[in-house]
């Protein structure tokens, strides 16, 4: 009976302060990572950019709305926006690739089905400048602070 009594008590410890998604249960995060194609995941509702290297799919180093937090490349004999193409922090597979901002945005998805994202992407596809350097990550944080409250 002690044993029992242990028990229930141990999971209730562990398993009480969580709580299961409800289907009326909607959050919104913000995910700062490399970048993702939104037509892949209804659930990214906004895109932010944030490079220093002018590589924001507009050609500067920030851009807000659809399609900012993907990755795109210029034609290196003209500046006009050519074809997407995607970081080194990939997982490459033949014919699949595995993205990892893609799979954050899914981990977010598996917790909550109902979880809305907004995707903030900080890091410069021409020159693979690690995520953290420079301004973009505090950028990005402080974009996040300063629009919280629209979603």
Same mark, same amino acid.
């Given at each position: %009976?002690?044993?029992? @009594?242990?028990?229930? @008590?141990?999971?209730?410890?562990? !398993?009480?302060? %969580? ?5 009326? &249960? ?6 700062? &990572? ?15 950019? !944030? ?9 500067? #180093? !920030? %851009? ?8 795109? +490349? ?17 997982? @490459? ?10 799979? %954050? ?5 598996? +917790? ?6 907004? !995707? ?11 995520? #953290?350097?420079? &301004? #973009? @990550?505090? #950028? ?12």
């Amino acid at each position: %009976m002690k044993k029992i @009594l242990i028990t229930i @008590l141990t999971a209730l410890t562990i !398993f009480g302060p %969580m709580q299961i998604a409800k289907a009326a &249960d909607e959050r919104v995060v913000a995910i700062i &990572d490399s970048a993702i194609d939104s037509n892949k995941n209804a659930s990214v509702i906004y895109e932010a950019c !944030f490079t220093t290297n002018t590589s924001c799919p507009n050609g500067k #180093n !920030f %851009m807000e709305g659809k399609g900012a937090a993907s990755y795109f +490349t210029r034609d290196k004999m003209s500046s006009p926006l050519v074809g997407p193409i995607w970081p080194t922090s990939q997982i @490459l597979t033949p014919g699949k690739q595995i993205y990892h901002g893609y799979n %954050m945005a899914q981990v977010a998805v598996k +917790t909550n089905p109902n979880v809305k994202i907004v !995707f903030i992407r900080v890091s410069d596809g021409f020159t693979n400048i690690p995520i #953290n350097a420079g &301004d #973009n @990550l505090s #950028n990005a944080i402080k974009w996040v602070n300063d629009n919280a409250e629209k979603y």
